[in-house]
């Protein structure tokens, strides 16, 4: 299992619409969109899980491809190094 960071939503970019672009590729097996707590649209990110094979095909088909009138960024996570608590 693969997790996808895509970046560059578009504000009105619904859950739905982003697992149905995606799955023109393969299965979602699980999909998250960052929202705003106050507003509840979408901050301009979200995450996608989909099989490792599934997943690279959309990197290759979707990084880049205009998506409610902006290039989508489309890649594998890369979790943020953990900073060290100083006291």
Do not use: Y
């Amino acid at each position: 299992m693969k997790k996808l960071f895509i970046g560059n939503l578009s504000s009105d970019t619904s859950e739905q619409e982003l697992q149905a672009l995606f799955s023109e590729f393969g299965t979602v097996r699980s999909s998250r969109l960052v929202t705003d707590v106050f507003s509840g649209r979408c901050k301009g990110f979200g995450f996608i899980e989909m099989e490792g094979h599934e997943a690279r095909a959309a990197i290759a088909g979707l990084n880049g491809r205009e998506f409610h009138g902006k290039p989508l960024k489309v890649n594998f996570e890369t979790p943020k190094p953990r900073r060290s608590r100083r006291r």
